[in-house]
């Protein structure tokens, strides 16, 4: 993480590379170089899940790149979703370029991205993973209120399901209204 947080600023500070693609393309780069500086894919295969947007507030048009995790977009009570490429920001496999994705927002889009911490979170009253149709209701349910009550809500909502359980893995999830 620290690793990536600091070829980020590199990548889009120092090279001015703002397209999410190429700044996944680059970041991969750097994390192969530092992480496994012979390719060897059986040393290791370290590398990050992520969605990178790019806002063009002028145009309204949102660019995105996602690794293994998808970018979800509300809009009239309407899931809109967004495959991700199945490959992580790392080693992994035959190395392909990162699809640059776009969409045109409207008034009222509600866009979600996030880690797939709250999905696999185990819970409730079987000891079961939460998982991602779950979220999309809970989210659907709750997209009328503010953002910030989005957030308590999806606070008290996971910490309710996960019980006396501990966490599984980072939980993280990012709403944006337009």
Not at 3 to 32: H, W, Y
């Amino acid at each position: 993480s620290l690793l990536g947080v600091s070829f980020l600023n590199e990548i889009t500070k120092e090279k001015n590379i703002t397209q999410p693609d190429l700044v996944f393309n680059s970041l991969r780069a750097n994390i192969i170089n530092a992480l496994n500086p012979e390719s060897s894919i059986e040393e290791g295969k370290d590398g990050m899940d992520a969605v990178l947007c790019s806002f063009d507030f002028i145009t309204n048009e949102v660019q995105f790149a996602c690794a293994n995790n998808p970018l979800w977009i509300l809009r009239n009570n309407q899931w809109i979703a967004f495959k991700p490429d199945k490959f992580p920001i790392g080693l992994h496999g035959e190395i392909k370029p990162f699809t640059l994705q776009k969409i045109q927002l409207q008034k009222g889009d509600l866009i979600y991205t996030f880690t797939d911490g709250y999905a696999d979170q185990f819970g409730g009253e079987k000891g079961k993973k939460f998982k991602y149709k779950n979220i999309q209701e809970l989210l659907l349910n709750i997209s009328s209120q503010s953002m910030s009550e989005q957030k308590k809500i999806m606070d008290d909502t996971i910490e309710t399901w996960k019980g006396n359980l501990e966490q599984v893995d980072d939980i993280l999830i990012i709403g944006i209204r337009v």
